[in-house]
């Protein structure tokens, strides 16, 4: 499994151009990637079905691409570059993560198939590194140090990531079902008053708060409020003095 992991296509150099090389480039052949894997997850991602989208057998594509896990990387990494971090001093540091974490939720929302992607190789590409670069740059701008910084940008992306999991999830179930969330809180419901007596605090709540006319709406009014309460308390913690 080690192997795996430190198998990577950044940790190898790039292969050279051959004399009879076919037409093809890498660029040309994450893009068409990315475009099969948004339309069809990973489940409709081979090498051949790749090859036939861009008019060239899967061999064409081994000059360039040593394997699928290989493509995989270039792919998550072409993900990663949809993300924008500002410029430190560009706008007040709160704001800035609010770009970078909405970015982040949008990208993952976008290509919600990289999610079970993220971590099983390291993220070594130059879009990976120009984010940690531009987010280190941002975050000692702000007056953080150390492990803070590591720490800091952890839980904002965690933040993101979370909500796009699930977000991403309820969508896919959606399209199983071949029916709206809203069609499917309508199913629902019967199916929990039958249980709402065994939960009465839970069901007194639902009844008064939970309505589902739009779940766009919802998941991107709790994801900022979430959002805003973990820059409060790093606001807070700043102004303490960062304290232990």
Not at 167 to 187: D, F, N
């Amino acid at each position: 499994m080690a192997e795996f992991f430190f198998d990577s296509v950044w940790l190898r150099p790039p292969s050279r151009k051959r004399a009879g090389q076919p037409t093809l480039d890498r660029d040309q052949i994450v893009r068409a990637a990315l475009e099969l894997l948004d339309a069809e997850g990973l489940a409709g991602l081979s090498m051949r079905r790749l090859g036939t989208s861009l008019g060239a057998g899967a061999t064409s594509l081994y000059w360039h691409v040593a394997n699928k896990d290989d493509l995989l990387e270039l792919v998550v990494d072409q993900v990663l570059g949809e993300i924008y971090i500002p410029e430190p001093g560009d706008t007040h540091w709160r704001m800035a993560l609010s770009v970078m974490a909405n970015g982040m939720r949008t990208a993952l929302l976008r290509h919600s198939w990289v999610i079970s992607l993220l971590g099983t190789k390291p993220t070594l590409g130059p879009n990976a590194m120009r984010m940690g670069e531009r987010s280190l740059a941002l975050l000692t701008g702000a007056g953080f140090s150390g492990l803070e910084v590591s720490h800091v940008s952890s839980m904002i992306n965690a933040h993101a990531l979370g909500s796009a999991t699930t977000q991403a999830a309820l969508v896919m179930a959606t399209k199983r079902s071949g029916m709206p969330v809203t069609k499917m809180a309508e199913q629902l419901e019967p199916l929990i008053d039958k249980i709402a007596a065994d939960h009465p605090q839970y069901d007194q709540w639902r009844k008064e708060n939970v309505v589902i006319d739009d779940p766009e709406r919802m998941w991107n009014d709790a994801f900022a409020f979430g959002l805003e309460r973990l820059l409060d308390g790093l606001e807070a913690w700043k102004t303490a003095g960062k304290p232990a």
